[in-house]
């Protein structure tokens, strides 16, 4: 995956995957094939649960599911998206037909996909499809008219590469309102970091970049002289701006992206761009105010450009263009970008199958058209019902624990219960579909294609500025594995795709189903309550609404949990940076301890009986970890250790169940096991 940025400028705190995929049986199916949300195969009985859950519950899953030659990364998650992608690919193979039965939904997505397929063509035509904004470029003359063509190569591919991205969002301290927003980009490596750090792995990733770059420049018919000294200046340009950049865990600070501007304040920090010029090509419309999320970034550009000579900055932008389109060029392109985003960067060895990058790319572009054709085939009204009847659960038990916790004041407590009780569950799908008529897909024009349906969701969001919030707008497709907390609507989102099985199987007893789906709920739900989300209110407002002393006691216990996984080692010298996850590792918590007592309420009047040699008990913890076997290639663990606010899977399982009781109960563990912290040590927040 190429290192995007949010093309929405909202705070989505997710459940977290984000690599994809695996070819295993390539074929397309026309069911989802079915695995057990408890799968005792997939344990390691030998192993201790008491000393390392994760290996009990996962060992065999690692055993038998090594990580594909196309993967960076390979989980539950993971395998269970490739499930709905193969699923995903038989609708979309079947919908490319060219027939007249198709209905306009089915000819979009089929016609979408016939485009992307057809490599030869693709091939046939290099860089070609370039040439257009390539002249562009060449021909700008002058510095002033450097607003009106990122505008226009914005509004081609929606990329922050440009310096910067554009989009709307609510403004976060009147979340009525919908704005413009600016945030910083314009780097191609994955972090800030990545050009600044001293060590001897970023220094070969910096080498092996500037050849990429100059590969690139070359293969745009540049000389390898010239390519050579292209590169050297999108280095240097890139790394002035990575120092003016905040780090990853400066932007977990609300507060530190949120800066009001008017159109006139932003004329007089950066003259050097026509910022009416770039609103018009883009269709934003700058008023009342826009949110600038990096103020110090977007002064740093203004030195950039007249720093730079104009052809400087030409090769700038023409880097930018060519690295984020590369994946929709000939083959050579795609080649080079996979040898260093994915193969050096990643540790992949093989390039995905082309059917897999082109049902992503339907998902992507076209998420819910397709997700109206899996939500019909495999997501059932029950499910729905089901999905909800939990998370109502969930955040009655978090009613109850708000009130019981004695380190809560009544005035707080009473904002929790508010925000709380505002909260909504959006499920699976949403009540209107998005209406996709407009874009013009063609069968034999895939870069088109790509940039006509970029260019509709960027005009979709920007006509969202000044009008009231959408809240039944979601930004994950149905078929999606994951789930979002967003602190803005103050509203937790499932798509149909985390609710079926491995993750929620309704042929499964409870235990399991509350330990990993209830957990997942959970998670969610406790975003809006952990070190970011907190800070917003009922209503989505960046506002403080806590007494001092109670956010002093939730600081405290916070730092209980960071200062815990602050000692997990992720490979070589590298330990997991616990500011960055802290979120995560709060919601992971708080997550299964509200679906625990979920779960005890659903079962009260049941008499549970054991499984497979199993108590129901531990079959919940064993359902939990389950959700998170995976394994993860070396160089991707050192990727994801710098730009990942997730913990590693290992630890999102074995930290979670050291400071839950109930687990050193269920497996009777030694007080001195190492899944068992004595009882002053444990950490609890929620
Ligand atoms: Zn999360």
Avoid at 109 to 125: L, P, S, V
Avoid at 282 to 300: C, D, H, K, V, Y
Avoid at 387 to 402: G, L, T
Avoid at 517 to 532: S, V
Wanted: glycine share 6%; charged share 25%; with cysteine.
């Amino acid at each position: 995956m190429l290192p995007t940025r949010p093309r929405l400028i909202f705070l989505a705190l997710t459940l977290g995957i984000c690599s994809i995929a695996a070819a295993t049986d390539d074929q397309p199916t026309t069911s989802l094939p079915y695995t057990p949300s408890l799968d005792i195969k997939a344990m390691d009985r030998s192993a201790d649960p008491c000393e390392d859950l994760h290996q009990f519950a996962c060992g065999n899953w690692l055993v038998n599911n090594p990580i594909p030659s196309d993967q960076s990364r390979w989980s539950t998650y993971g395998k269970a998206y490739v499930d709905n992608q193969r699923y995903l690919w038989g609708i979309l193979q079947e919908n490319a037909k060219d027939n007249p039965q198709r209905n306009a939904t089915q000819t979009l997505i089929g016609d979408y996909f016939a485009a992307c397929m057809n490599t030869d063509k693709i091939d046939e035509q290099g860089s070609q499809p370039l040439s257009d904004d390539l002249q562009a470029i060449a021909q700008l003359e002058d510095k002033k008219q450097l607003g009106g063509l990122i505008g226009r190569l914005i509004k081609h591919t929606d990329a922050s590469a440009f310096f910067m991205g554009l989009g709307s969002q609510q403004d976060a301290e009147d979340s009525s309102l919908m704005i413009g927003g600016i945030h910083a980009g314009g780097l191609s490596l994955p972090d800030r970091d990545y050009y600044l750090e001293i060590n001897e792995n970023k220094e070969a990733t910096r080498q092996a970049y500037v050849a990429h770059l100059a590969a690139m420049f070359e293969l745009l018919g540049e000389s390898a002289e010239q390519a050579g000294t292209s590169a050297a200046t999108v280095m240097r340009i890139e790394t002035t701006l990575a120092k003016a950049s905040l780090t990853r865990v400066e932007r977990r600070d609300p507060h530190k992206v949120y800066h009001r501007k008017s159109l006139q304040e932003l004329e007089q920090m950066v003259p050097a761009i026509n910022w009416t010029a770039m609103f018009k090509q883009t269709g934003l419309n700058p008023a009342p105010w826009l949110n600038l999320s990096q103020p110090a970034f977007i002064t740093e550009t203004q030195a950039t450009i007249e720093r730079e000579s104009l052809d400087d900055l030409k090769t700038y932008l023409r880097w930018g263009l060519v690295n984020t389109r590369a994946q929709l060029l000939s083959k050579p392109f795609r080649d080079q970008d996979f040898a260093f985003y994915k193969a050096h960067l990643r540790g992949i060895t093989e390039q995905s199958p082309r059917w897999r990058t082109c049902v992503s790319q339907v998902d992507n572009q076209l998420g819910e058209a397709l997700g109206r054709e899996f939500v019909e085939r495999s997501f059932p009204p029950e499910r729905r019902e089901e999905a909800r009847h939990m998370s109502m659960q969930i955040q009655q038990v978090m009613a109850e624990r708000i009130n019981q916790l004695a380190w809560l004041s009544p005035e707080t407590r009473a904002q929790a219960q508010d925000k709380l009780k505002k909260m909504r569950n959006k499920i699976g799908y949403p009540n209107k579909w998005r209406d996709y008529s407009s874009i013009k897909i063609s069968r034999d024009d895939y870069f088109g294609n790509v940039t006509r349906a970029t260019g509709f969701d960027l005009d979709r969001q920007l006509a969202r500025i000044g009008k009231p919030v959408d809240l039944d707008e979601w930004f994950m497709s149905p078929a999606t594995v994951n789930a979002y907390y967003n602190p803005s609507m103050n509203d937790i989102n499932f798509p149909a795709g985390v609710l079926i099985p491995p993750l929620y199987d309704s042929k499964m007893d409870d235990a399991p189903n509350y330990g990993n789906t209830g957990g997942t709920i959970g998670h969610e739900l406790i975003h809006g309550f952990d070190d970011e989300g907190r800070q917003f209110d009922a209503d989505g407002n960046l506002r403080d609404w806590w007494t001092g002393q109670d956010a002093a006691a939730f600081k405290e216990r916070a730092d209980c949990i960071r200062d815990q996984y602050a000692t997990y080692h992720v490979i070589d010298d590298i330990f997991i940076n616990s500011e960055l996850t802290s979120g995560e590792d709060i919601a992971d918590l708080g997550g299964l301890v509200l679906a625990w007592e979920a779960w005890k309420m659903e079962t009260a009047d049941q008499q549970l009986e054991p499984a497979d040699g199993f108590s129901p008990e531990q079959r919940f913890f064993v359902g939990f970890a389950q959700w998170a076997c995976g394994g993860e290639r070396d160089e991707s663990l050192r990727l994801h250790a710098a730009t990942d606010p997730h913990s590693p899977p290992k630890y999102r399982i074995n930290g979670v169940v050291v400071n839950m009781p109930e687990f050193a109960r269920a497996f009777s563990c030694k007080a001195d096991a190492a899944m068992v912290k004595p009882v002053e040590k444990v950490c609890r927040i929620w």
